[in-house]
């Protein structure tokens, strides 16, 4: 639960952080896109569902779930895809990933987020650190983005040293260790249709 909290807490960010020309235009396409998701959230005449999907709308021109998606199983079992397999699997990742935070919108709440200078990796990726400061507790939440074709994407968050694309990498080579990849498209899509199952209920 403490992951999931300070995952949600991506949207509160107000930044003060000067750096260097790459940094900054990464900084501000994040901050921009959690403008947007803060003021959907204050918006009291919207309903949970009408903030869901705009929410939705907004967070997928900052996340980059083609490398997400391709990170999260790995070089080595990546190479096991065809490519009719990666084009599923990418979907299906990216309907799981987007079900997983915008569920707990309800855990929304005012916070304080403080900024750390960001750094640069291998100039095509900046690394954002910064401090979440929540009912007296400070939790370390990390920020990873790259630039390719679409512009600057978030492609990882690590939360007190966690990190979302590893936790996921457990899981589905979990699968793929004992099974193929179908085994693991089948496990996804049983998911996906019993979470939409839920929901019409």
């Not at 260097?20 to 009291?44: H, P």
């Not at 929540?134 to 983005?145: A, C, F, R, T, V």
């Not at 492609?155 to 457990?170: K, P, Q």
């Amino acid at each position: 639960m403490k992951m999931i909290s300070c995952f949600l807490l991506f949207f509160l960010f107000l930044s003060s952080v000067v750096a260097a020309d790459v940094e900054t235009e990464a900084e501000k396409i994040l901050k921009s896109s959690v403008d947007k998701v803060f003021t959907v959230m204050l918006d009291k005449e919207m309903t949970l569902d009408q903030k869901k999907i705009k929410v939705i709308e907004i967070t997928d021109t900052v996340f980059g779930y083609p490398l997400m998606a391709k990170l999260s199983i790995g070089k080595k079992h990546w190479s096991e895809f065809n490519t009719e397999q990666r084009a599923e699997f990418t979907k299906l990742f990216t309907d799981a990933f987007r079900r997983f935070y915008v569920d707990k919108l309800d855990l929304f709440s005012n916070e304080e987020v403080v900024f750390k200078p960001a750094t640069v990796v291998k100039g095509k990726k900046v690394q954002i650190p910064t401090m979440l400061l929540s009912n007296g507790k400070k939790y370390s939440i990390l920020y990873k983005m790259s630039n390719g074709k679409t512009g600057w994407r978030i492609y990882d968050i690590t939360i007190e040293g966690v990190s979302l694309i590893h936790t996921y990498r457990s899981q589905y080579n979990h699968i793929l260790a004992s099974g193929k990849v179908e085994d693991l498209l089948v496990k996804m899509r049983e998911m996906k249709e019993e979470k939409e199952g839920n929901k019409e209920l």
